[in-house]
């Protein structure tokens, strides 16, 4: 499933509609601008920044923001990227050694509250979620993450339960993955009390699924 899930993420990121820098000075003139669109996008939204603000902001001329950045959209995907690769290396890192129930339990009720505090903390990624709704590749970007998420937690399961249809794991991974998306962006479109129980009750449901015989 590994491989299945390294395609459909290759396969995602070959659409990206940037230039990848090659050279350090290009690297970090690309940093410049991802740190002042993401200022900009915290400000005042991705659908009100302009390329000449953010070309402004990294003090880069406009020539060399569309070298890179052919357009508003080819930035937040870069911005999607960069959040996706990070989640992926914080699960990647959190489940890979737990091996009963209980460090499960404790595993994936911590990777929960992370995602959480990010969206609460985070305009940047709220903003990015509510545009990848509205773009199929991002929205295509977006099912990769959790089908690779999903096989991290695949493999989890595959030693608590080794007995367990693999094909059952695998639908029950990324059910739970998706659902956990879809609570933490309602509860932060609620008051943070409701949010909060919100986030409880998903937890509860999901580790019950996961953990059932």
Known sequence: ???????????????????APTQQRSR?????MLA???ALIAEQGSDAM???????????SIGS?????????????????????????????ALKDVGDAE???????????????????EPVMRDIWSGTQADKALRELELADSRANADFLVA????????ADPIALETTAFLVWQMGEAAVRLAISVDREEGDRLV????????????AD
């Open 103 to 121: 460090g499960l339990k404790q595993a994936f009720s911590e990777l929960v509250d992370i995602y959480y505090r990010l969206f609460l903390a």
């Open 28 to 32: 970090e003139r690309v940093e410049r």
């Open 156 to 163: 989890v399961l595959k030693r608590l339960r080794p007995g």
């Open 65 to 93: 923001l569309y070298q890179f950045f052919p357009d508003k959209r080819a930035i937040v995907w870069a911005l999607a990227e960069r959040y996706t690769a990070e989640s992926q290396a914080c699960i990647a890192a």
């Open 1 to 19: 499933m590994g491989d299945k899930v390294a395609a459909k993420t290759e396969q995602a990121a070959v659409a990206s509609p940037r230039r």
């Open 36 to 38: 002042a669109a993401s």
């Open 200 to 211: 409880t009750a998903y937890k509860r449901m999901a580790l019950r699924e996961l953990l």
């Open 50 to 60: 302009r390329m000449g603000e953010v070309a402004e902001r990294a003090g880069v």
